[in-house]
């Protein structure tokens, strides 16, 4: 319990972090604030979890509505919290915890602004590699190749299907998965982004068509089910 209860206080800090990296703001400011009155909020505002529910998603003076993505990801980060600190090992759930945030931060980034931010992909997935290679986690060489396959057929066939930052995403996490991962990975991802692809057409009305729905949640998913489970 007092894992989750951690985690979720680091979660609403991984979304500010994630709105405002890729527009190149500051994000360590001395006290947290409205973001559309810019009154300083009080301790119990900032309750994670307990505060959206008790505020009803709203400010209190302005009433601006909250994003639900908070809650939503100080849910997630405090359930990420408690997988990494249930690992075997000190080196486990080091890495666990490590990817996972980095995930995490990727996917808030691309549902905020439908990209994978560079600024913290490369430096994150670079040190990622690295720690993987440092504490010899298995490379699986048949998975490098399978993605290979798999990224040329879509690459050939389905253009546009999945945009290049998710296939470099893959890219970096394919080696460490074994072949049964990653294609179970592909496929919760694919499964569940097109179950919420075809639940938003059926319930919203006329033109959200050519709607563009991130990709990084529904890999993020895959990645969980498929290796951390
Ligand atoms: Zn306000």
Redesign the pocket.
């Known amino acids: 319990m007092i894992y989750f209860i951690l985690g979720s206080c680091f979660g609403s800090f991984l979304c500010v972090v994630a709105e405002r990296v890729p527009i190149s703001q500051p994000f360590i400011i001395a006290r947290s604030r ?6 300083v909020l009080s301790f119990w505002e900032m309750i994670p979890i307990l505060s959206s529910l008790l505020l009803k998603f709203q ?6 509505r909250i994003s639900v993505t908070y809650f939503i990801t100080e849910i997630l980060y405090g359930l990420i919290f408690l997988l990494s600190f249930k690992q075997q090992t000190t080196i486990d759930c080091f890495i666990t915890l490590y990817w996972l945030t980095v995930v995490l931060l990727l996917t808030l980034t691309d549902i905020y602004y439908l990209v994978i931010e560079p600024k913290i992909f490369y430096p994150s997935h670079l040190t990622l590699i690295a720690f993987l290679f440092y504490f010899n986690f298995p490379f699986y060489w048949e998975s490098l190749v399978l993605y290979l396959i798999i990224c040329s057929i879509i690459l050939l066939f389905l253009n546009e299907a999945l945009g290049m930052g998710d296939l470099l995403l893959l890219l970096f996490w394919a080696p460490w998965l074994s072949p049964h991962e990653l294609i179970q990975l592909l496929f919760i991802a694919s499964l569940t982004a097109l179950l919420t692809y075809a639940i938003i057409f059926l319930t919203t009305s006329k033109k959200v068509r050519t709607l563009q729905l991130p990709f990084v949640p529904f890999l993020n998913l895959g990645l969980i089910v498929a290796h951390f489970l």
């Open positions: 409205c973001v559309n009155c810019k009154r400010c209190r003076t302005c009433h601006k």
